[in-house]
Structures are given as structure tokens and as C-alpha cells.
């Protein structure tokens, strides 16, 4: 059969898509499912939502094809359909920064407050590391940090930092990194370090950005 208007049935097509990522669960999804896979069970509890809510979210992503599902025994799991859907996240995430005022107000009442320093670009951290000048600090919970994580990191979740200060060399500038450009925990980390005397800076952005990036990643589980 003949499509009248196929232009129209293209840009429907792609509404589909842009309505799928309309939601600010959604988006949460995609950061956390860019780090790997995970169950329904597992992106609930990161969530802090019913395990219904949530998987009526992935079940809508994976109608989109922002997502894809497979059976582990009685589990679930979910994963990006493809390193697109990170980049789809990104273009909105830039429009947003540049275009609403509630996002600079946002920005400049909270991340400022904690790190307003330019932050440590990929590439510099590379050379960084290669000089021995940085200790890198994956500030994510330990499921995650073992998925996936920059080369020679060292993992001390968030909540960890105060006990474990005492892994930390004080006399490297520390590296700070999380789920993304906008997580939370790296401006605490850095914020918290600060205070205590170290040099920190954060990551320009977050572990899944660095794996689209194409830069080296390394996996313990």
C-alpha cells in the first residue's frame, strides 16, 4: 500500500520518538541505563519508583526503539538500543542549557555553588594520567563502578568519601566523575574534597559519555 504523504508519516514517526524521551523518569532512565543493562528490579530501587511505573516506562521507550529487552531467568533486563539514544539525551540536554532560563537559574543556585571551575576536559584527563598528575575518583555505587569505569579509577561512593579520605593521595589533584555532566554526586564529591583541602575538579561529563567517546574503558564484574 502507498503511503499519500510519506514526509507526514516520517516526522509521525519521529514525534514517537520525542514523546517517548518527554519525561523526566525517562530521561533518568537513560542515565542510568547508560552505564549497562539493568533490571526492572534494579532501576526501581535507583529510582526510588514502584517496579510498575517503571517498567510502563521501558515498555513505552522499547515501542520507541530507545530500548531493548532481554530474559535473564526470571529477571528482565533492559539496555540503550544504541549509543543514538545517549546522543538524542545530549542534543536536549544542550538545547535546554541554552535556551531555558530555569535551567541557568538552576545551574547557577546549585552546580555553581559547589563547582564553578571549568571542568577537566577528556582528553586532558587522558594526559593527565599518562603524567601521573590526577587521582580519578568514580563517585558512583560499586554495581556500576564494575560494569564499567575509567582505566586506574578508584571507586569511593558518595557517601563512603568521608571514611575513606585516607585513600585519597593529597598531594594529586583529584578527578571527580559520576553518571553524566549534571550528576549530582561528582559536585558533592568535589564540593566535600574542597573543604577538606584537596585540589578537585570534575569530568566534563560521566562514564557513558567517555564509552561513546571511544575512550578505553575497563570492567571487574
Wanted: hydrophobic fraction near 45%.
Amino acid at each position: 500500500m502507498s503511503i499519500r504523504n510519506p514526509k507526514q508519516a516520517l516526522y509521525e514517526q519521529f514525534a514517537t520518538v520525542a514523546k517517548a524521551l518527554g519525561n523526566p523518569q525517562r530521561l533518568e532512565l537513560i542515565e542510568h541505563l547508560g552505564q549497562g543493562p539493568r533490571s526492572v528490579d534494579l532501576l526501581a530501587m535507583k529510582l526510588g519508583l514502584p517496579i510498575a511505573n517503571v517498567s510502563q516506562h521501558l515498555q513505552s521507550m522499547r515501542r520507541a526503539g530507545l530500548v531493548s529487552a532481554e530474559r535473564d531467568g526470571k529477571f528482565v533486563n533492559y539496555r540503550l538500543a544504541d549509543e543514538s539514544v545517549l546522543a538524542a539525551f545530549a542534543s536536549i540536554r544542550t538545547v535546554a542549557e541554552r535556551h531555558l532560563a530555569e535551567v541557568d537559574r538552576i545551574v547557577r543556585g546549585y552546580f555553581d555553588a559547589r563547582d564553578d571551575m571549568e571542568p577537566v576536559a577528556r582528553e586532558d584527563l587522558v594526559q593527565r594520567m599518562r603524567d601521573g598528575l590526577v587521582t580519578v575518583l568514580d563517585v558512583r555505587p560499586p554495581d556500576e563502578f564494575a560494569r564499567g569505569h575509567v582505566p586506574g579509577a578508584i571507586n569511593v561512593p558518595l557517601g563512603d568519601l568521608e571514611s575513606r579520605l585516607q585513600e585519597i593521595d593529597p598531594a594529586l589533584e583529584v578527578v571527580a566523575y559520576c553518571r553524566g555532566p549534571w550528576c549530582v554526586m561528582s559536585f558533592e564529591a568535589v564540593a566535600a574534597l574542597r573543604a577538606r583541602g584537596i585540589s578537585a575538579r570534575r569530568l566534563e561529563d560521566g562514564l557513558p559519555e567517555w564509552k561513546a567517546a571511544g575512550m578505553p574503558v575497563e570492567i571487574t564484574a
